[in-house]
Structure formats: structure tokens, C-alpha cells
Nanobody, 117 residues
Framework: QVQLVESGGGLVQPGGSLRLSCAAS????????MGWYRQAPGKQRDLVAS???????HYADSVKGRFTISRDNAKSIAYLQMNSLKPEDTGVYYC???????????WGQGTQVTVSS
């Protein structure tokens, strides 16, 4: 069973930066697609960025050019570098590990990001 633990959230002013980390254990990290999802208050959980086992990345339009997803397979960690943060980036950020072809999904507990002056 894959276990995911997010860290790095917090309060930041608009225009600031944060780096989120997702540490994985209990499985072969390198075979999973890793994703970062955001859930704002009263809204659904939406995909922000993902990176496949082969390193291909995908970003939501709202974060293109500002966020960068990466992974370190040797350390079993996925990262989300967030720059030029906006108030609308506020929410709980969840890390997810998936193998969609096998209908296998794992989630972390989430980390709060608040962008406010």
C-alpha cells in the first residue's frame, strides 16, 4: 500500500513562492503517475499538475508558466514549485499517485496553501 505525505504548505503573500513535497513509501514510486490537486473551499478537487513515470508533464491552464512539477525517483519524492502565487491558488493541495490502467489511486492527507496579504 502506497503512503503519501505532503509538506511545504503555509501562508504566503501574493507574488510569493512555495515548494510542496510529497514523500512516498510502501510501493515502487517510479511506476506511478504523480499528481498535485487543489481543493478550494466549497469546490471540487481539481488537477493542478501531473508527471508520468516517464517524466511527461501536464499543467492546468491556470498555473502554466508559474508552477513546475518534478520528481526524484531515487528519493521517492514529488515536488510542486509554485511561483507568482495568486489568491486564487488558495486551497488544500493533495498529492496523488496513480496507475489509471489498473484503476489504482492513492492520496495524501493534504497541505493547506493560503495566498493572502
Amino acid at each position: 500500500q502506497v503512503q503519501l505525505v505532503e509538506s511545504g504548505g503555509g501562508l504566503v503573500q501574493p507574488g510569493g513562492s512555495l515548494r510542496l513535497s510529497c514523500a512516498a513509501s510502501g510501493g515502487r514510486f517510479s511506476i506511478y503517475t504523480m499528481g498535485w490537486y487543489r481543493q478550494a473551499p466549497g469546490k471540487q478537487r481539481d488537477l493542478v499538475a501531473s508527471i508520468t513515470s516517464g517524466g511527461s508533464t501536464h499543467y492546468a491552464d491556470s498555473v502554466k508558466g508559474r508552477f513546475t512539477i518534478s520528481r526524484d525517483n531515487a528519493k521517492s519524492i514529488a515536488y510542486l514549485q509554485m511561483n507568482s502565487l495568486k489568491p486564487e491558488d488558495t486551497g488544500v493541495y493533495y498529492c496523488g499517485a496513480s496507475r489509471a490502467t489498473l484503476n489504482e489511486y492513492h492520496w495524501g492527507q493534504g497541505t493547506q496553501v493560503t495566498v493572502s496579504s
